[in-house]
């Protein structure tokens, strides 16, 4: 029978694992991220509920430390590796799914994205999606090339979020009525020295 002191080093190697595919999932992969995709399905679920992505994160490395547990791995590298998996098996479970792109065809309201910011550097690769009412369900997400973007959605409030590096991500009421005008939305960017990872994380 393992010492507390054996087991308690178990358990910090099997949640030190946990962190690490925590942070590399959050890092390297952007919106695809595991992490995230948990939160959102979380939101979905359990309606209302305060920063999902954080109780995700929670929820990975408590599990990191159980399968460790329940295995009762025999050294602190098996545990660190166990710890480790448990984004894997979790990533199976919620298999990312490309939102589609906005609709570019005339049809419906016409809506014009102006982004700017307040630096007046140069908009490149800013991420835009376009979420429903509650802002839990993403409805579209593109990556325009500059930053103008013209696309047509059908009538209905939805949520319009714009995120670029370096910037607080801005997010908009959209509400749009058959058979109106064309809509400018312009957007400015305001400079942010929060990493945008952090920024979903507590969105």
């Given amino acids: 029978m393992k010492s507390p002191t054996a087991r308690i080093a ?7 694992g946990g962190v690490v595919c925590t942070l590399a999932d959050l890092l390297q992969k952007s919106e695809a991220s595991a992490v995230l995709l948990i939160g959102r399905e979380l939101n979905e679920i359990f309606s209302g509920v305060r920063w999902p992505n954080v109780i995700a994160i929670v929820l990975i490395l408590s599990l990191a430390v159980a399968v460790s547990l329940i295995f009762d791995s025999g050294t602190k590298k098996s ?7 448990v984004l894997s098996l979790l990533m199976t479970a919620t298999p990312y799914k490309v ?7 005339p049809n419906s309201v016409e809506v014009n994205l102006s982004i700017s910011t307040e630096d007046n550097k ?3 690769n800013a991420l835009v999606t376009l979420r429903d009412a509650s802002g839990k369900t993403i409805l579209s997400r593109t990556r325009p090339p500059g930053s103008r973007l013209r696309f047509f959605q059908d009538g209905g409030t939805y949520q319009l ?10 997010t908009q009421r959209l509400s749009l009525q058959e058979g109106s005008s064309p809509q400018s939305l312009s957007v400015v960017l305001q400079p942010s020295s929060t990493p945008l990872i952090l920024q979903r994380i507590f969105r």
């Fill in 161 to 170: 979020s714009v995120e670029l590096s370096g910037y607080q991500t801005s």
């Fill in 79 to 85: 545990a660190f590796y166990l710890g480790a998996s």
């Fill in 122 to 124: 140069p908009v490149t």
């Fill in 99 to 105: 939102p589609p792109g906005f609709k570019t065809e």
């Fill in 10 to 16: 178990m358990i910090l190697s099997a949640f030190i």
